[in-house]
């Protein structure tokens, strides 16, 4: 009864590739986001989508797409990979705003050769 | 903007001793403050948070943080620590009305025998 799933736990592909990660919670939330989180564990906010409406998005280069198909799935596409995309990539909900925790997947390990 | 700044990168305690993890808000209003947890290769796990109320709030795995309005600070304690504590350990505020949350950079507990 996983809330919070992603696929792929890992994701092992080649610069200039183009790849995608999914995200779907069961939680009934209407807010999701991206995180990326570095070697240093330093976490980045990267978009934030309320009932499929992006209201948060932050200084992330073009090649990074969401696209929420609905309430309950938050993807992420990205294009042209390049070796500084290595990271764990964290996909998260929450119900409502400011006073409700996040909860959060177990992570995509992005590794780019 | 709202900052989060937990000024200890790592910390090492004995198991068995006392623990605490600061963490400084920057924010003109009450934030809503959290505590997370990340173990290795694990997805971030909701300690606790504060809202309103008692300034000392109990969480899960017998962790507690106090608000301290002063001096705009939420720190995270434990009397006793057991190995499996260690982790990776974030604050995060939210604000009202708002779908974003920041994230510290993290405190990185290890536990000696």
């Known amino acids: 009864d996983t809330a919070v799933s992603q696929t792929p736990k890992y994701l092992v592909t080649q610069m200039g590739n183009d790849k995608s990660i999914k995200c779907e919670q069961n939680?009934?939330?209407?807010?999701m986001y991206w995180y990326k989180q570095d070697s240093k564990k330093f976490l980045k906010i990267m978009f934030s989508y309320n009932n499929k409406e992006l209201i948060i998005n932050e200084t992330v280069p073009n090649r990074f797409s969401p696209k929420s198909p609905d309430k309950a799935h938050l993807n992420l596409h990205i294009n042209s990979l390049e070796l500084g995309d290595s990271a764990v990539y964290f996909c998260a909900s929450r119900r409502g705003q400011g006073n409700q925790p996040q909860h959060f997947g177990d992570g995509t390990r992005l590794s780019i050769l | 903007a709202q900052s989060v700044t937990q000024p200890d990168i790592h910390i090492t305690v004995s198991e068995g001793a006392s623990l605490e993890l600061r963490c400084n808000y920057s924010y003109g209003a009450t934030p809503y403050l959290f505590w997370y947890v990340q173990s290795p290769g694990q997805g971030l796990q909701l300690l606790l948070k504060y809202f309103s109320g008692d300034t000392l709030v109990q969480g899960i795995k017998g962790f507690e943080a106090e608000f301290k309005r002063s001096q705009s600070s939420f720190n995270l304690r434990k009397p006793s620590v057991h190995w499996s504590d260690a982790a990776e350990y974030f604050c995060?505020?939210?604000?009202?009305?708002?779908?974003?949350?920041?994230f510290g950079a993290g405190t990185r507990l290890t536990v000696k025998p």
């Open positions: 939680l009934g939330h209407d807010t």
């Open positions: 995060a505020v939210g604000l009202y009305n708002n779908n974003d949350m920041r």
